[in-house]
């Protein structure tokens, strides 16, 4: 067997094998309204004082009420995608919230790691720097939640309960795939913020912008419902930077790679 051409030919499956897997690992849908994760109790909040999170240099980044997130030198990132390379302990730290809703916050983790929790049951804040005072006060600025120990391989997703303290199981739940939101619409935007924490904005209204009319709620999409930072640690960060080849290029790649190997098949059998 010429090992040169089958380790190319392994080389483009497994280029495949990783597109095929990270689109798998990505296919979950949001959690539904009824999900008892809802129901859990509020985890142990830390404040900033705690962890030493400096939530103030992430302000900059949560726009005014009704002005879409604007993409500030940030690394925009596919928050369909955010699997783990390596193992953390992760952290979510609330930054701001620009919502006229009580949200309310939960995760999954899917792979080496299948858990899911709730991050923050009632996500509202009043008073200095921050966005929404239509009432509450649950939340500060900088306060976290730890997530615990998330494995390598696994996959992490986010899911908002919109008004889900006060409406329950009637509240729309918005996930990050797109297809299987109610509306259909993208709900949730991601980013890499000085390559070491991952920056994610939710819009909480159902339907298009300014939309009304049915279940529609004259959204005004500026992604700043709720705004949270993610601690994945730095290196899983600077991983999901790393562009991803498209399915396409890698089918082609191993297309290639197959022939190649046939290729030479055919010439080494008609060598003596």
């Not at 959690?31 to 900059?60: C, E, H, M, N, R």
């Not at 739940?173 to 299987?180: E, S």
Request: aromatic fraction near 8%; proline fraction near 3%.
């Amino acid at each position: 067997m010429n090992t040169k051409f089958f380790s190319g030919f392994l080389a483009a499956t497994a280029v495949v094998t990783g597109v095929v897997s990270q689109s798998s690992a990505a296919s979950a849908a949001a959690l539904s309204p009824s999900d008892t994760v809802w129901d859990s109790a509020q985890p142990t909040i830390l404040d900033k004082s705690q962890t030493g999170f400096d939530d103030a240099s992430y302000q900059k980044y949560v726009q005014a009420e009704s002005v879409e997130l604007p993409n500030s030198g940030q690394f925009k990132l596919d928050p369909t995608k955010l699997k783990l390379k390596y193992d953390y302990n992760v952290s979510a730290f609330f930054i701001n919230e620009g919502a006229g809703y009580r949200n309310q916050l939960a995760f999954t983790s899917k792979g080496a790691t299948n858990t899911k929790g709730l991050l923050f049951k009632d996500i509202s804040c009043e008073g200095a720097g921050c966005v929404g005072a239509w009432g509450g006060n649950a939340l500060k600025l900088g306060d976290s939640v730890k997530l615990g120990k998330i494995l390598a391989g696994s996959q992490l997703d986010f899911s908002l309960r919109a008004d889900g303290l006060n409406r329950g199981t009637g509240a729309n739940v918005f996930g990050t795939q797109t297809a299987v939101n109610e509306d259909g619409l993208q709900h949730i935007v991601a980013y890499a913020v000085n390559n070491r924490y991952l920056l994610l904005g939710f819009e909480d209204l159902f339907g298009d912008k300014n939309a009304s009319g049915g279940k529609n709620e004259n959204s005004d999409r500026d992604f700043n419902d709720t705004v949270f930072v993610v601690d994945v640690g730095e290196k899983n960060v600077r991983d999901l930077m790393k562009p991803v080849p498209e399915p396409s290029v890698a089918l082609s790649l191993l297309g290639l790679g197959a022939a190649s190997l046939m290729l030479r098949r055919r010439q080494n059998s008609t060598v003596k």
